[in-house]
């Protein structure tokens, strides 16, 4: 067990309850304010924690499948029981770490949404992570990824020097050029900046700046 897979299955049990899974839901929730609103197709979360944004995208829409991701356990245990406590039997989780893990898990799906949101910067090889990004998503389809911005925000400096100092688990925040960089590598079009927030205090909540980036995957 990696120290990333430790630190959220102790998380896990009461993760939705924290003030940390509140601000993490304030940014799922600004995704899901500006992506793409499909009626059926299959939807794939990578580091979807305890399902929060599936299982807000899949309201009402019996005609979408989706996946969602996790390197914990025990936060595939929370999300696969809150699916089946809101009635949601379109949503299977899986847990593996999206790194490691073989594409052929994905068999019988034709990913056309795929999410992303405050993992990127847990990923050893961006690079290689953003290529299977783009290997996973169907032609036509629409990758989010919503992350902190290192450029301009003192609290996500400071959470870096957190990570890399106590926590440990090798957490890299990256400049909004580098994301698009990695995405425009990958081989997706058209990759740009959806929306970016700097504030201090946002909803009520200690925050720090995000960026949501966009990119298609076009001939």
């Keep these: 067990m990696n120290v990333v897979e430790k630190e959220f299955d102790a ?3 009461e993760y939705e309850n924290n003030r940390l899974s509140s601000w993490y839901q304030a940014h799922a929730d600004e995704m899901l304010r500006h992506c793409l609103v499909r009626d059926e197709g299959d939807i794939l979360d990578i580091g979807c924690g305890t399902g929060h ?3 807000e995208y899949l309201k009402n829409k019996p005609g979408l499948r989706a996946v969602g991701v996790d390197i914990s356990s025990s936060m595939i245990d929370e999300a696969s029981r809150k699916a089946s406590e809101a ?4 949503l299977e989780f899986i847990h593996a770490d999206w790194e490691t893990m073989s594409p052929a898990l994905f068999s019988g799906y034709n990913f056309n949404i795929i999410f992303c949101a405050n993992a990127f910067h847990y990923f050893t090889d961006p690079q290689a992570a953003s290529n299977k990004l783009y290997q996973l998503l169907q032609q036509d389809g629409t990758l989010y990824v919503l992350e902190r911005n290192k450029a301009r925000s003192l609290l996500t400096f400071f959470w870096g020097f957190l990570h890399s100092t106590l926590i440990k688990d090798q957490v890299v925040f990256y400049k909004n050029s580098e994301l698009v ?7 997706f079009n058209s990759v740009r900046i959806v929306q970016s ?3 201090y205090f946002w909803k009520n909540k200690l925050f720090t700046s995000i960026v949501l980036i ?5 001939s």
């Design 11 to 13: 998380l896990a049990p």
């Design 87 to 90: 009635g949601l039997d379109n």
């Design 197 to 199: 927030i700097k504030k």
């Design 181 to 187: 960089s990695f995405f425009e590598n990958a081989g």
């Design 214 to 218: 966009e990119g298609k995957k076009t």
């Design 53 to 55: 944004l599936l299982r």
